[in-house]
């Protein structure tokens, strides 16, 4: 079975600062793309960054980055000089592919709060 | 562009009445997905569709029907309503679900069942 697991549920991060939320994976794909997804108040999914497995770089976009240890099943978020719109539920989730389609397994997130 | 829109945003059912949940997108995505999302949990394949007039069971389909009649609308079904299936339903859709920079996959709002 393929899992995604996120062991912090909740973390709390000052305003400006930098914060790191954990995920690892199981699978014995060798395919396969990692995600980051980020869930306001509004419920909305919102997709933050995206990784390749196959490249070794680390992904980065503006604020966010991660950090990708294929070997380990890692794939953490860095969120840097944190802001209040940050507060959210972030939920890791890895894609396989199966025949014509893809597929999503989330993590159950983690609730990050940034305080002032 | 509208991207995903889920009807109705909010419906409260007693148990054994039926109903249907309508996902609609305008980006002419061929993959359409149906999640639900619960309290503590990662959200969770129900069935997904690869094409017009195609659907596939995914992680937990029982108690759930969908079509996909047009490429546009992704309909999903519950025949005879279950306090388990309170939930807080998610469409998706992805134009391209393999291994390319176009596989994200779009999220509409959500639906907030909850059957009594």
């Known amino acids: 079975a393929q899992t995604v697991t996120q062991s912090q549920p909740e973390m709390s991060v000052q305003e400006a600062e930098t914060v790191t939320l954990s995920c690892t994976y199981d699978t014995s794909e060798n395919n396969y793309y990692l995600f980051w997804y980020k869930q306001p108040p509004s419920r909305q999914m919102i997709l933050v960054i995206r990784q390749e497995a196959y490249k070794q770089q680390n992904a980065t976009e503006n604020r966010f980055s991660v950090n990708f240890q294929k070997a380990a099943k890692s794939f953490s978020l860095k969120i840097s000089d944190s802001q209040l719109g940050d507060t959210a539920m972030y939920f890791c989730?890895?894609?396989?592919?199966?025949?014509?389609?893809?597929?999503?397994?989330f993590g159950t997130g983690t609730r990050l709060q940034v305080t002032l | 562009n509208a991207g995903v829109t889920q009807t109705p945003k909010f419906r409260v059912l007693k148990t054994g009445q039926s109903m249907t949940l309508l996902c609609a997108q305008d980006m002419n995505h061929e993959y359409m997905y149906w999640y639900r999302q619960d309290p503590g949990m990662g959200l969770r394949l129900i069935h997904y569709s690869v094409g017009e007039g195609t659907t596939a069971k995914g992680e937990v389909p029982d108690g759930y029907n969908v079509s996909r009649l047009k490429k546009q609308n992704f309909l999903l079904g519950l025949e005879s309503a279950a306090p388990s299936q309170t939930s807080v339903y998610f469409c998706?859709?992805?134009?391209?679900?393999?291994?390319?920079?176009?596989?994200?996959?779009?999220f509409g709002p959500g639906t907030r069942l909850t059957v009594l």
């Open positions: 998706a859709s992805t134009h391209h679900p393999g291994t390319s920079a176009y596989n994200e996959q779009f």
């Open positions: 989730a890895f894609m396989t592919f199966s025949g014509t389609a893809s597929k999503l397994t």
